[in-house]
């Protein structure tokens, strides 16, 4: 498992003192990403199966399957595999779900998002 450090930053324009380290597994970057995209409406699945549904059900350690990142020194590149629910305009749910993955791991990690990269693993039928 690979860790991240991040000694200093700066909250409100003040600089705060170095007390220690703060380390943030991969992993850990992936779930929020996946948690994120999985709030979106249109949005059904991950790739891995995972539905909004059944997260209750699931072992929360496979949640980020689906998801891959790769972290740098600040910032951090997303990819995800997604389900679509039929039915929902793909390019303005793709949007919404980079929205908001870029929003929720900035704001849990203090990494910079450069890059949310979807792709559309397939479409789930509605139940009849």
Known sequence: MVYHERMKGTE???EIAE???VK???????RIAALAAL?????SA???NYTSENLEKVSRKNLSKGAKVIVGQ?????DLAL???YGFNIPAT????QTRVKASVENMTGLEVTDVNIRIAGITMPKA
């Open 12 to 14: 409100m324009g003040k």
């Open 19 to 21: 007390v220690g380290s």
């Open 24 to 30: 943030i597994a991969d992993d850990v970057v992936a």
């Open 39 to 43: 709030e979106v409406d249109g949005v």
């Open 46 to 48: 991950m790739a891995g």
């Open 74 to 78: 600040s910032e951090v590149k997303v």
């Open 83 to 85: 389900m679509m629910a």
């Open 94 to 97: 793709c949007q919404q779900a």
